[in-house]
């Protein structure tokens, strides 16, 4: 059974990315065979500095390193260096729809946000993402909640090329974690903790410093009133902290609440913000150290790169076999 997910490399990752993605990637490593990409090609749908984008996709990297992605069992690569990804993208987008891509929501979002370059790019991103999962006939696709969407029109998709073409692709499932499917951000509790977002005071990125992330968890916003209660209608932005709280920890809900019955917000902020501290001190400290030896890491890309590489040439063979394509 096959596992494949992707993050881009657009600078910060947070710790909704980490619960979302990460660290459901680093429980399947044991269970399935795990492909780990660093989706530079998705980034430019949103223009990137040449330079800080190179710079972002190998420290990417060794944040996956850092987390615990292991490379004996793992491939880990660049989705740019398996020209394979474009090359069925774009034999997808002959049987995609324009309708179905305008109704895709983070299209429709990212368009709001970046009303002066909706690219081409942008519009067909979750092709590209559809061609990155069945090149390499994946079973499963851990992603946060977000992302399922694509994941859904991936699998029309897949059905749409077998029926025309004759059974090729495997229909992949999307896998999301309940408890971190969408983690909100801290100056606002309705919408999900993004990368983009305007403020840094939204996210708490994996590398923020002790200092930082004191001050962010300070100001995050609350609720009216002062008790520390699970309720997610009516105190979303607390419910989310308990959220944090509970991933950081591994600590039930019920059991934080009754940690910090009869205590206030501050006490409650200040706990958290020391466990969060607590939680990425040995990420961070061994990302510090991988970033000493980049070598290392360049070798487990250029591996990576071959194991991808094997599986997506014989998958796009049989494709352009199937379509007739010399
Ligand atoms: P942006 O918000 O700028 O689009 P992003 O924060 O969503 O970026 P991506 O690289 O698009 O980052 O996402 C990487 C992975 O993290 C995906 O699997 C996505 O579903 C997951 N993810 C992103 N944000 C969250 C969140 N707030 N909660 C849980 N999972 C998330
Ligand atoms: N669109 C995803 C990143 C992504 C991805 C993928 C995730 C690109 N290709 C394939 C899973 C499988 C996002 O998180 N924004």
Redesign the pocket.
Known sequence: MRAF????P?GII?I??Y???IKQWIDLQQKFECFFCI?NQHAITIPQNPKALKKNTIDLATLYLACGLNPEISTIFIQSEIKQHTELTWILNTITKISELERMT?FKE?AKQHRKNVNVGLFDYPVLMAADILLYKTDVV??????KQHVEITRTLARRFNKIYGQTFKIPEVLIKKE??????LDNPFK??????KSPLNYIALDDSPELIFEKIQKAVTDSGKEIVYNPQKKPAIANLLTIFSLITGKSIKEIEKEFQGKGYSEFKQKLAYEIIEFLSPIQAKKRDLQKNEKYVFQVLEIGKEKAKIIAKETMNRVNEKIGLI
């Open positions: 997910s992707g993050i881009q657009t947070h909704g990315n619960f979302g993605a989706v983070q990212k851990p992603v946060g909640e977000d992302q971190s499917a969408r983690i909100m951000g999900k903790m993004s990368k983009s977002a």
